[in-house]
């Protein structure tokens, strides 16, 4: 267990950017925006996120269960049923995804003449 940390992201040798790292990860933002919604289920929450395949969300899940930014509920059944949740930690995330998420859905529009404009540029 870390004690004494004083949190200092440009410090290379702080753990403040495993946490970025996580946050920053493909999939994980989306994965706190789905399940912001309730728990799910891992068929339902692959497909509402689209374009993962199983063993990266099945990745993805199990260092946000380490990382203790949701909960992985196994219930007695015939199949077994897996609920995923986010827990409090998780569910403080959702603030500050939705406003990038928010900033992204405003700006993609400059993003992608940007990134025209630059390939061009670029292209000659």
């Not at 395949?53 to 049923?81: C, F, I």
């Not at 409090?88 to 404009?117: F, K, N, Y």
């Amino acid at each position: 267990m870390v004690t004494n940390l004083v949190p200092d992201v440009r410090n290379p040798d702080c753990p403040t950017r495993l946490v970025l790292d996580r946050i920053g990860d493909r999939w994980t933002s989306l994965v706190v925006l789905h399940l912001a919604e309730g728990p799910m289920r891992f068929t339902r929450l692959r497909a509402a996120i689209g374009g993962i395949a199983p063993k990266v969300l099945t990745q993805t899940l199990r260092t946000m269960e380490r990382d203790g930014l949701l909960s992985r509920t196994v219930h007695a059944e015939v199949p077994p049923r897996v609920d995923y949740e986010l827990t409090r930690l998780g569910q403080s995330l959702r603030a500050p995804i939705q406003a990038i998420t928010d900033w992204a859905e405003q700006h993609v529009e400059e993003v992608v003449h940007a990134r025209a404009a630059y390939d061009s540029a670029r292209d000659g």
